[in-house]
């Protein structure tokens, strides 16, 4: 059954660093999105992405926050200068067209990258 | 705007009885409805959705959940609890006519299963 990877699985970096995050979501899907779950709190929408464009994103994704599909397959969450509260575990999913009353929105998350900023 | 309730941060029931976890929504629009599970460790796991048409949804591992509109409630029952369910469950709610919805997450239960 296709998925949705993550890596890296879990990144440890240094406040003021940028890092990536990187996903693959599911090859026929065309709607991708960011969320995050910091520790102990509940899942928190980022970003939605379609068409090389974003399409909605939260007040949490501020300029220090981007996205990317910089090729055919991957997806990329860019933090610009990591802050001790961007610790997290970060949640990519992507879902195909959905028809209205049909009910193909369904989002598939991946894994998870757990982000720690020292 | 929309909004997700879970009634219970932490439910314990003995392995073989019945599980019951509360969820209450709030939409302006007609909603799409979800449990998602998490095992430790693990990411979000689709169980269930409602989307249009039948209220009694049906999903993995033998859980169902029933949309009650009037009610605004989606619960998540099992009739009999199983070691493997312990995890924590999430209920989610979308705007359900636009394909890029983003999902509004509750805060989670935790199911413990004692033997």
């Known amino acids: 059954e296709p998925e949705v990877t993550q890596t890296p699985s879990h990144q440890v970096t240094q406040m003021g660093q940028e890092v990536i995050l990187r996903c693959v979501p599911i090859?026929?899907?065309?709607?991708f999105y960011w969320y995050r779950q910091i520790l102990g709190q509940k899942v928190e929408f980022l970003v939605s992405f379609y068409n090389n464009e974003i399409s909605e994103k939260s007040e949490i994704f501020d300029d220090q926050f981007s996205v990317e599909r910089p090729d055919g397959s991957n997806f990329t969450l860019k933090i610009r200068s990591t802050k001790l509260e961007d610790s997290a575990m970060y949640f990519c999913?992507?879902?195909?067209?959905?028809?209205?009353?049909?009910?193909?929105?369904?989002?598939?998350f991946g894994p998870g990258t757990r982000l720690t900023v020292l | 705007a929309q909004s997700v309730t879970q009634l219970g941060s932490h439910v314990s029931v003995s392995e073989g009885a019945l599980v019951l976890l509360r969820c209450n929504y709030s939409?302006?629009?007609?909603?799409?409805l979800f449990w998602y599970v998490q095992y430790p460790n693990q990411g979000l796991q689709l169980l269930l959705k409602?989307?249009?048409?039948?209220?009694l949804v049906k999903g993995i591992n033998g859980f169902e959940a029933e949309f009650k509109k009037s009610e605004t409630s989606f619960h998540l029952t099992k009739p009999s609890a199983h070691m493997s369910d312990a995890a924590e469950y999430f209920c989610?709610?979308?705007?359900?006519?636009?394909?890029?919805?983003?999902?509004?997450f509750g805060s989670g239960t935790r199911l413990s299963i004692r033997p």
């Open positions: 409602y989307t249009t048409g039948a209220t």
């Open positions: 989610a709610v979308s705007k359900g006519y636009s394909s890029a919805s983003k999902i509004i």
């Open positions: 999913a992507s879902s195909t067209i959905g028809v209205e009353g049909q009910g193909t929105d369904t989002q598939y």
């Open positions: 090859s026929n899907h065309l709607y």
């Open positions: 939409s302006s629009v007609p909603p799409y």
